[in-house]
């Protein structure tokens, strides 16, 4: 680039798990290696390309979450009932 400089500040911050440098981290770094290095008539293509797989992404439903881990059942203890006092809302 001509009268223009321009770089990539990449912070990784360690996950839950300890591990900074994950499957999906390591693909987004060389994305970003990989299109810092395209030559300037290629970026109008790859940023259609990028754009219509962007599109895409965003047309899917949610990724469903992880289940939680089995835990085994607690016996509930009884307790004392009563009946609560009655509270009145004022409207407007």
Known sequence: MTGAQMSHVVTLWPRQTGEYFTEEIMHRLYCHLVVSLLPPPSLPEACE??????????????????????SEPIQ????????????????D
């Open 76 to 91: 509930a203890k009884w307790g004392l009932t009563y009946e609560r006092p009655e509270f009145h809302v004022a409207e």
């Open 49 to 70: 390309s990028l754009q219509e797989i962007y599109k895409y992404y965003q047309t899917l439903p949610p990724a469903p979450l992880p289940a939680l881990p089995h």
